[in-house]
């Protein structure tokens, strides 16, 4: 695999949620890395280390999650002084059971080394998300 950007792994990792494949693939993980949700609701993991646990817990939540992503939304990629970091902000969009359609907002703090994701720190609206699961 050839080195990616973050940018471009980034819109990897929107493909493959569009795709309904999870937003993460082992190929663009670093064997090391570590996705970090600070507010992840209590009984959720906040910090997953190592590849193979990513892959397993976006494996386990995309069977889990009864949705289907739509689209990405007002999506501004901020650039950093540190070219292997970039700060996302976007809204997805998605439908869930019944037909309704919610979207929730994110912020994303991705690092990238040698075309792979080393670090994802991951900000979301756990308020909509709740109000959009509970229906």
């Known amino acids: 695999m050839p080195d990616q950007t973050p940018r471009e792994l980034f819109a990897r990792f929107q493909h493959n949620v569009l795709a309904g494949e999870g937003g993460f693939d082992e190929e663009m993980l670093a064997e090391d890395v570590e996705i970090e949700m ?20 976006v494996r386990q939540g995309r069977e889990a999650l009864p949705i289907a992503f739509e689209e990405f939304r007002d999506v501004v990629i901020h650039e950093t002084a540190d070219p292997e970091v970039i700060v ?27 075309g792979r994701i080393v670090h994802w720190r991951e900000y979301q609206d756990r308020a909509a998300i709740t109000e959009a699961l509970a229906g």
């Open 38 to 57: 600070p507010f992840a609701p209590a009984g959720h993991a906040r910090r997953i280390e190592g590849r193979a646990a990513v892959a397993a817990l």
């Open 88 to 114: 996302a902000e976007y809204a997805i969009v998605a439908s869930a059971p019944g037909g309704r359609r919610a979207s929730a907002a994110f912020a994303v703090v991705l690092r990238a080394r040698d």
